[in-house]
């Protein structure tokens, strides 16, 4: 008898009498013949009419590729997925150079949310009477920080118990928000929020709202904070 190998499986010849599978090294004789009706729903696989469509013998091509691509991607550990959330508490720029030496905080950017009017300017969120705050953008890997370290972050970084004042900046453009996008998140912000409450006594004023549109602030006030002082007009430096 002539032995085929199956990763050349369906290109054997006439000659051949009998066909190995790999997995359990059963051998089958050849020709083997089905009906037209199995030939035309193989199940993920193409037949010929010399050849049996069992597992690891002729895959077609699509879903071939497909398993490789998932394969790969498995090995490389696939793309990352990356959460954004949002944070108020007080001046945007000390929040977010904050929250940028974080570990696991792969992009921050500052801007207002939580007002009605539309394409707001620094200059008019400044009055207090947009609905808006100064807000963080907050872009992180939950393989790297959860939700929740990035909340107790969050309430370290600004006081919870002042009401539209935090340090000297003093508007309600200053309040302190965590704005929610899930009700998985707003969950994990109650059952923490329970939590802080046992351990102090005062009246928590960071508000729990409902994430509305960001708009990005002005280019000058992102990562305000690590902006190069200028020391000179005639130089770059």
């Known amino acids: 008898y002539y032995y085929y190998n199956m990763v050349d499986c369906c290109k054997h010849s006439d000659s051949d009498k009998k066909c190995i599978r790999r997995s359990d090294k059963k051998s089958f004789n050849l020709p083997r013949r089905f009906s037209k ?15 049996a469509p069992y597992k690891d013998c ?3 091509n699509k879903r071939t590729n497909k398993r490789k691509k998932s394969r790969s991607k498995k090995k490389s550990g696939g793309s990352k997925k990356l959460i954004k959330v949002y944070f108020a508490g007080g001046c945007f720029w000390g929040i977010e150079e904050k929250f940028s030496k974080l570990k696991g905080v792969v992009n921050t950017q500052v801007g207002y949310m939580g007002g009605k009017i539309k394409n707001p300017d620094y200059k008019l969120v400044s009055t207090g ?16 920080i959860s939700y929740l370290e990035l909340l107790k972050f969050f309430f370290d970084s600004h006081d919870p ?16 928000i965590v704005f929610y996008e899930s009700s998985k998140q707003k969950k994990i912000y109650e059952k923490f ?3 802080f409450s046992k351990l102090n006594d005062k009246s928590i004023q960071t508000k729990l709202l409902k ?3 960001f708009y990005l602030a002005e280019d000058y006030h992102q990562k305000y904070n690590f902006q ?3 020391s000179s007009l005639n130089t770059e430096n």
Do not use: H, W
């Open 37 to 51: 009706k199995k030939c035309k729903k193989p199940k993920g696989f193409t037949m010929r009419s010399s050849c």
């Open 58 to 60: 002729y895959s077609n």
């Open 129 to 144: 009477k947009t609905g808006y705050s100064e807000t963080v953008m907050i872009e992180y890997d939950p393989k790297t």
């Open 161 to 176: 118990f002042s009401l539209d004042k935090q340090g000297a900046d003093i508007g309600s453009q200053y309040r302190a």
């Open 193 to 195: 929020l329970k939590e």
């Open 211 to 213: 994430k509305k549109k």
């Open 228 to 230: 190069k002082k200028c």
